[in-house]
């Protein structure tokens, strides 16, 4: 599946989320809690817009606004939906082949997943495991 250097690199690479070198080091990166700069970077790199996320994740356009004006970091609840994010989008882009078909597939609505959209299940543990899961199956070849 996706690699560490290619998630790094998604969040705004080594200057905002460090050199973690295995998923393990996103737990300390998570903790301490992200620069709010890897928002925008998110959004850049996943070309999905600010108001989409704002709508199916729970996080505050105020929060993220106040963090950026204070160059502050994120909790750690909204750098792990912020991280979850990622990396859905980094593995599909490795499962599907691109971004486009990445995108297209986190905002449509799958069977698979009970007909939600995959996006909006990354607000919890077992939706984000669910939503892997499928990008898993669909890597094998099983019809998902």
Not at 2 to 10: P, S, V
Not at 70 to 99: I, W
Request: charged share 25%.
């Amino acid at each position: 599946m996706e690699n560490i250097r290619t998630l790094t690199k998604f969040m705004g690479g080594k200057s905002v989320v460090g050199s973690p070198r295995s998923e393990h080091d996103f737990i300390k990166i998570i903790r301490l809690g992200l620069p709010s700069t890897a928002f925008k970077c998110v959004v850049n790199a996943s070309e999905i817009s600010e108001d989409v996320i704002y709508d199916c994740l729970p996080i505050a356009k105020r929060t993220v606004a106040r963090c950026i004006e204070k160059s502050s970091r994120f909790k750690p609840a909204t750098s792990e939906l912020l991280y979850r994010l990622s990396r859905v989008l980094v593995t599909a882009q490795d499962v599907l082949g691109d971004k486009d078909h990445a995108k297209q597939w986190l905002l449509s609505q799958n069977t698979a997943l009970g007909g939600q959209r995959p996006i909006e299940l990354l607000d919890t543990g077992i939706g984000f495991e669910d939503v892997m899961d499928v990008l898993r199956r669909i890597e094998y070849g099983v019809y998902s």
